[in-house]
C-alpha cells in the first residue's frame, strides 16, 4: 500500500495539465515541464484532483506508483511557487561573479573555476559571498547546486568552502600543543 502514491494531487488555479499518451505537461506562471508516465502507472484527471493508480502488486509497480506521483507533485509546485537554493561562500578571497551566462567562482584554486549556467536556471549573486540557484525543475536547481558545491567542500576545522545556507558543518579540534 502506498500511503504518498494514494494521495491525490490538487491542481492550483494558476496550473493547467495537459495528457497526451503517457507523456504529461504542466504549465504555470514559473514555466512548463513535462514528464514520461510509466506504463504501469495510469492517471486520473478530476476537476482539479489528479489521481494515480497501478496496475499490480508487482514490486517495480509499487514503488514506481508513489516516486511518479512525488515528480508529478514536485512538477506542480514547481511551475507555481518554484524552488530555490541558496550556496554561501566562506574563506579568505573566496567569491563568486556572474560573466553573462558564466558563474565565475574563486574558491582558493590557481585559477577561478567558471561553470556554465543551464537553461531554465536563474542563478543570481546578490554579494560575492551567496549564489541563489532558482527554478522550476526541482532536479535541475538541485543539481546545479550540487555541482557548485562540489567546487571546494566545507572543510571541518575552519568551515571554509562552499555550502547551503542552514548546512551543519561538523567541526573538529585542531591538534594542540604540549
Do not use: W
Not at 508487482?58 to 509546485?77: D, F, P, Q
Request: proline content about 5%.
Amino acid at each position: 500500500m502506498s500511503r504518498i502514491g494514494n494521495k491525490a494531487i490538487v491542481l492550483p488555479s494558476a496550473a493547467s495539465i495537459e495528457l497526451v499518451e503517457n507523456t504529461i505537461t504542466v504549465k504555470g506562471p514559473k514555466g512548463q515541464l513535462s514528464f514520461e508516465i510509466p506504463a504501469c502507472i495510469s492517471i486520473h484527471v478530476d476537476g482539479a484532483n489528479i489521481t494515480f493508480t497501478r496496475e499490480s502488486n508487482e514490486k517495480t509497480h509499487r514503488s514506481l506508483h508513489g516516486t511518479t506521483r512525488a515528480i508529478i507533485n514536485n512538477m506542480v509546485v514547481g511551475v507555481t511557487e518554484g524552488y530555490e537554493k541558496i550556496l554561501e561562500i566562506e574563506g579568505t578571497g573566496y567569491r563568486a561573479q556572474l560573466q553573462g551566462k558564466k558563474l565565475v567562482v574563486n574558491a582558493g584554486y590557481s585559477h577561478p573555476v567558471e561553470m556554465e549556467i543551464p537553461e531554465g536556471l536563474t542563478v543570481t549573486v546578490p554579494n560575492p559571498t551567496e549564489i541563489h540557484v532558482a527554478g522550476c525543475d526541482k532536479e535541475l536547481v538541485g543539481q546545479f547546486a550540487a555541482e557548485v558545491r562540489i567546487i571546494r567542500k566545507p572543510e571541518p576545522y575552519k568551515g571554509k568552502g562552499i555550502h547551503y545556507r542552514g548546512e551543519y558543518i561538523r567541526r573538529k579540534e585542531g591538534k594542540t600543543a604540549k
